[in-house]
Nanobody, 124 residues
């Protein structure tokens, strides 16, 4: 599967952005999806994951209550709604897909496929 992330940009602290990740292929609903981010000089960190059906979600503590992951299997797209953004949310955001079921995926967070990143910059 090929993944294309979009929706990044420059926003002031407290603002919102919605990231999208469009997937190619007809088997999108068979993949657990995740969002990760990498700030300059830091390792890539997990942000959120969603199960194949969309019924289960998981968030990093740093974004819980501010970010919402969702998916539309009919559109082969996963979203990340980011509210109350903080300067520390500044990073390149990546979407990922994995063939494992949600419960296995969130144990290790390793992903089969990665999209190109989209830059999110939050100014103070």
């Amino acid at each position: 599967v090929q993944l294309q992330a979009s929706g990044g940009g420059l926003v002031q602290a407290g603002g919102s952005l919605r990231l999208s990740c469009a997937a190619s292929g007809r088997t999108f609903s068979m993949y657990t999806m995740g969002w990760f981010r990498q700030a300059p000089g830091k390792e890539r960190d997990f942000v959120s994951a969603i199960s194949r059906s969309g019924g289960l979600t998981y968030y990093a503590d740093s974004v819980k209550g501010r970010f919402t992951i969702s998916r539309d299997n009919a559109k082969n797209t996963v979203y990340l709604q980011m509210n109350s953004l903080k300067p520390e949310d500044t990073a390149v955001y990546y979407c990922a897909a994995d063939s494992r079921r949600f419960s296995d995926y969130v144990r290790g967070l390793e992903s089969d496929y990665w999209g190109q990143g989209t830059q999110v910059t939050v100014s103070s």
